[in-house]
């Protein structure tokens, strides 16, 4: 399951220009921002399936970010990357409707199989409101 779209956030460059060009070899529609304000604009413009969120950036950190994006975009789903085994940070992603959380650096693989997931999970998520939105349609 490949071809979806992924918005990478971290404040490190060179560690999202990897990233991303490490993910786009996987064929995942892979783009990279610098700030949580940045995603929160990308997202407004651009329709993404998973975000791969930093916690510990300079201004907007991860879980104020979070936040937004699940204001704005509820269906997306977040996965939180932590560089520091900070467990309560993790915990709190995952309160505020993160999918899962990552320790940097983690392996590709690892990555690839969360994105995976959460792309599954989205998927399963708006199949399930447009079921609704039928079930309702019908009834008029």
Known sequence: MTDFNVLLVDDEAEFLDTLVKRLKKRNLNAVGVR???????MLKD??????VLDV?????DGIETLRQIKKICPLVEVIMLTGHANMEVAIQGMEL??????MKPMEIDELLYKLQ???????????KINNMKEGLGSRR
């Open 35 to 41: 700030s949580g304000e940045a995603a929160l604009e």
């Open 46 to 51: 651009s329709p993404m399936d998973v975000v």
């Open 56 to 60: 510990k950036m300079p201004g907007m």
């Open 97 to 102: 409707g993160a999918f899962d959380y990552l």
């Open 117 to 127: 997931d959460a792309y599954k999970k989205k998927l399963i998520h708006e199949k």
